[in-house]
């Protein structure tokens, strides 16, 4: 639904994220842009995806489609999580069918120097994107991103992406001392970078923390949760609302609120009502449709779309997302029939 004349910060995704009373549920998609869009194909062809992320009409174009198409109530910025990396200096790439790849593993403290301190005229072109961005969006939300430092860590430490996390764990209880310092610099690193989105103009931010579920809760609370609350108190006086999300984090969904957050993500593994039960009530939540179901016939989807709607309204607040991202064949005409489909049955 179209915000015209509303400052983005009192959208109405703004105010579900702050609990506050809405006319309806907001919706947006993670990964809502990228390649599930035949127009953000094109706008990429022939270009990298670092490129792509540090080049403000670029931004600002993809990043603009889908609200264009799909009518969400809110645009993501964006990029990707190793685009601060990038710019502080960490020496990798992001491979088509891959994933980032870093060519100098972190492993050891004497690696810690390859990783400064991010400082706003590391990314003046984040700046110009979002202000870009904020102009075009109108009453539209912007949300910032950056990834949350369990996730960087683990990149770096791997060399890319892992199933087993086996580096980083043998690094986290083998030498706790260098993880905690290694995920120190890697929160102020994701901190500065949402604060540089917000004081440009992003109305809400989002920490992304796609690997932390590999994780038992001890080890979350021990190794994990004070570096993400430093990453997230980085907004802190900017009136911004913080999304926190991570991938099968069922077990860890209250302690990632208590690291900071207003909106809890939930991924599509646990029902909204259990993920409200879990978190004492006290935090809006996000989610979560399982992407896989946009591929399933129309009535079915729209069932379950009906049901996530309903169990979000007994929640504090509900953001109406999928339980991870968009997957790339998905067919961009049922991601607008279900954001509709969102508006009319939630419409108070």
Not at 124 to 134: A, C, F, R
Not at 160 to 179: F, I, Q, R, V
Not at 254 to 281: H, I, P, Y
Request: charged fraction near 20%; proline fraction near 7%.
């Amino acid at each position: 639904m179209s915000e015209t004349n509303v400052d983005p910060r009192n959208s109405v995704l703004v105010k579900a994220a702050r609990g506050e009373e809405v006319p309806y549920t907001p919706v947006w998609f993670m990964r809502q842009a990228g390649r599930s869009l035949p127009e953000y194909r094109k706008v990429r062809e022939g270009v990298g995806m670092l490129e792509s992320c540090r080049r403000p009409d670029l931004v600002t174009e993809i990043t603009m489609q889908p609200v264009r198409r799909h009518h969400v109530d809110a645009a993501i910025f964006f990029s990707d999580i190793v685009v601060p990396l990038a710019a502080v200096g960490v020496d990798l790439d992001i491979v088509a069918g891959v994933g980032p790849v870093v060519a100098q593993p972190i492993r050891t403290r004497a690696d810690l120097d390859r990783l400064p301190e991010l400082t706003p005229d590391a990314v003046p072109d984040i700046t110009e994107s979002v202000k870009l961005l904020t102009a075009e969006l109108g009453g539209t939300p912007l949300i910032g991103f950056a990834g949350a430092p369990f996730t960087l860590a683990s990149y770096l430490v791997e060399g890319g992406p892992s199933k087993n996390h086996e580096n980083t764990k043998a690094l986290m209880y083998g030498d706790p001392e260098l993880w905690n310092d290694l995920c120190a610099r890697l929160a102020q690193i994701s901190g500065a970078f949402l604060r540089v989105q917000a004081e440009a103009g992003a109305s809400a931010v989002q920490l992304f923390d796609s690997w932390v579920g590999n994780l038992p809760l001890a080890d979350y609370l021990r190794f994990v949760q004070p570096h993400s609350r430093q990453a997230l108190a980085a907004v802190e006086g900017l009136d911004v609302p913080k999304i926190h999300f991570g991938v099968g984090t069922g077990e860890l969904l209250s302690a990632m609120g208590e690291a900071g957050a207003d909106v809890v993500g939930v991924d599509f593994r646990v029902d909204l009502d259990a993920a409200r039960e879990r978190t004492g009530g006290q935090y809006a939540l996000q989610g979560n449709l399982d992407p896989a179901l946009l591929f399933a016939p129309w009535e079915p989807l729209e069932a379950k779309v009906d049901e996530i709607v309903a169990a979000g309204r007994r929640a504090k607040g509900h953001i109406f997302n999928l339980g991870h991202g968009v997957l790339p064949s998905t067919d961009p005409d049922v991601i607008t029939r279900v954001v509709a489909r969102v508006h009319e049955i939630s419409a108070r």
